[in-house]
Structures are given as structure tokens and as C-alpha cells.
């Protein structure tokens, strides 16, 4: 009989604590009808990586989060460190990531008077549509959007934290080919429908723009150079077909060469960018080139070795000028 009694006992009150659990961990805090204050906050520790052709970036990102549930209240000193899933929590998702890594325990302090703090390290790949037709000139916003499923802004009110982070950047970033601004945290409520049903989020954004010094020294420099040498032809004497021949095609091949090895570092995108221009104005100017070289020697098989020689001369001048309104074209019109 006794055993009978404390095993009902036992059992009710097994019962009653997994209620209790069962409470915390699914039921917002607050007062129905009255929206649960989410203050939070996101940081930039690094970014190592933007890649325009996979239009993602690798981050590194601390987030912060802050709200109180009194029925966490107690009267013990100092604060109680508590696995996440034995209270309720947000169980925040981040939209656009892709595949990334939590680096802090699953944990969360509370206070006496039942504010719950929660702090996570998130490290992986995250999406970013880029619209690349500046390139290399361009630069980007990349945002990081945190939401709360099943919860709408009424019900849960974030409040950016900004006091106390500075920019929302560490001083130092590895990425050696971006400038990363500064970082932004704002209220972002968010909808996977346009105009459908909203829920509670917070964004963080930052811009990053490219450094061209890659570019100049790989693309501009380089294919300047091979445009310039088809250039030689035009001060060489026009009877001389074989060298001039020799000369513009050799030209003609290594441009084309070196545009599918440059095409390797290029997003591949449906459209034209600028460097595309540039690349395809160059591919032109050679091409031509080519084509004065085998006019003018038909020329001057045709006793118009005069005009010939006229038409060298005029080009000597008019390439370097069709070659510097290219260049204006393409970084500074297009």
C-alpha cells in the first residue's frame, strides 16, 4: 500500500514538472495580446570571402539576443546558466544562409529577475544576389536577415542593440580583395510571400566595394600591352606583308588565349559588365588592326602604294584614340 502511494506520488509529480517544462519551453513569455520586447544585436567578426559567381560570402557573425520570461524569476544570486531548449527561445533562423556552423554552446544565462540573455557564433556561407555589371568598379550591400518563425511583429517587438558595438565591425578583416564598411543593424520584419504574412526579424547590413588593383595588373595592363603590339604594324613599311601578317595575328591569338584565361576569374553571368566591354572593345581594335594590315598590302600589290602608306600613317594616331575612348566608355559611360 505504501509503495502503491509513492509511486502515485512520484508519478504526479513527474507529471507536473514535465508540464512545467513543457510550459517554459513552448509558450512566449508576457502577457497575451502585448508584444514580447526583443532587444538583439548582430557583429561582424570577419569576412574572408565574397564570390560573385557563386553570389554568396563567407562571415563570420556574433549575434546577441535579450528578453525577459518571468517565470524564469528566482531568488538566487547571480546568474543561472541554462541549457536553451529547457526554456522558451526563439529558435532563430537566419533566411539566407546556405551552410554554417554554431561555435558557443546551446546555452543561455539568466538573471534573478528573469532576463535571459543568449549569445551564438555563427561561421559558414550566405547567400547574396550581387548585380554585377559594374564589375570590377562595383560594389554591394550583403545582409544577414535573422527571423523568428511562427511569430509576427506584434507579437514579438525586436529592438536593435547598437550601444556598446561601435561600427558592428572588428577593425581587421582577412578578405584581401573588398573594402568592408561599416555594419548595420536594423528591424527587418520579414515575408516569404511578398505581401504576405510578416515575421518578427532583425538585418544586419554592410557594403563592401572591390579593389581594382588585381584587375589592372591581371586584365587592364596586360591586354593593353597585346593591343599595343598589334600596333607595331602600322610603323612598318607596308611592302613588308609577311612580318605585318605575322605580327597581327600573333596579336589576334594571344588576345583570345588570354581571354579564356581571364574568363576563369570572371563571373559567369548572362549579361555584359564593364570588364566585358573593355575585353570585347580590345578584341575589336586587334581584329581591325588585322584587317588594315591585309588591306593595305592589297593596296600596294595594286600600285597604290601611296594610299597604302596613308592609311599607316592616319592609323598610327587614330588607334591609340579609339583605344582611349574605349577605355572611357567602359569604366566611366557604360
Not at 50 to 76: H, N, P, Y
Not at 107 to 122: A, K, N
Not at 126 to 143: E, N, T
Not at 146 to 173: A, D, L, Q, T
Request: proline share 6%.
Amino acid at each position: 500500500m505504501k509503495l502503491s502511494i509513492l509511486s502515485l506520488l512520484l508519478i504526479s509529480t513527474m507529471t507536473f514538472t514535465t508540464a512545467g517544462a513543457d510550459e517554459l519551453a513552448g509558450t512566449r513569455p508576457g502577457p497575451e495580446g502585448r508584444s514580447l520586447t526583443m532587444n538583439g544585436t548582430l557583429f561582424l567578426l570577419d569576412v574572408s570571402k565574397i564570390d560573385g559567381a557563386d553570389q554568396s560570402f563567407t562571415a563570420d557573425v556574433f549575434m546577441m539576443l535579450q528578453w525577459k520570461d518571468e517565470r524564469l524569476a528566482s531568488e538566487t544570486n547571480g546568474l543561472r546558466r541554462v541549457p536553451l531548449n529547457s526554456v522558451w527561445n526563439p529558435r532563430i533562423q537566419i533566411i539566407n544562409q546556405r551552410r554554417i556552423w554554431k561555435t558557443f554552446p546551446e546555452e543561455i544565462d539568466v538573471s534573478p529577475d528573469g532576463t535571459v540573455i543568449y549569445r551564438q557564433r555563427y561561421y559558414g556561407i550566405f547567400s547574396s544576389p550581387l548585380d554585377l555589371h559594374d564589375f570590377p568598379l562595383d560594389h554591394h550591400p550583403f545582409r544577414l536577415q535573422v527571423v523568428i518563425p511562427g511569430y509576427s511583429p506584434e507579437e514579438i517587438e525586436f529592438v536593435p542593440i547598437s550601444e556598446g558595438f561601435g561600427n558592428g565591425r572588428s577593425p581587421e578583416m582577412t578578405i584581401p580583395d573588398w573594402s568592408i564598411g561599416e555594419f548595420e543593424i536594423r528591424t527587418a520584419p520579414w515575408a516569404i510571400i511578398p505581401g504576405g504574412r510578416e515575421i518578427a526579424g532583425l538585418e544586419g547590413v554592410f557594403e563592401a566595394r572591390r579593389h581594382l588593383g588585381f584587375y589592372i595588373g591581371k586584365a587592364f595592363v596586360s591586354v593593353a600591352i597585346i593591343v599595343f603590339m598589334s600596333w607595331v604594324v602600322f610603323w612598318i613599311g607596308t611592302a613588308n606583308v609577311g612580318p605585318r601578317l605575322s605580327v597581327s595575328v600573333t596579336s589576334m591569338l594571344t588576345l583570345v588565349a588570354y581571354r579564356f584565361l581571364l574568363g576563369q576569374k570572371l563571373p559567369p553571368v548572362s549579361y555584359l559588365t564593364r570588364l566585358d566591354y573593355f575585353l570585347l572593345g580590345c578584341t575589336i581594335l586587334v581584329f581591325v588592326a588585322l584587317i588594315q594590315v591585309a588591306l593595305t598590302g592589297a593596296m600596294n600589290e595594286g600600285d597604290r602604294a601611296d594610299r597604302a602608306e596613308a592609311i599607316n600613317r592616319t592609323s598610327r594616331w587614330a588607334f591609340p584614340v579609339a583605344f582611349a575612348a574605349l577605355l572611357v566608355w567602359s569604366f566611366w559611360v557604360v
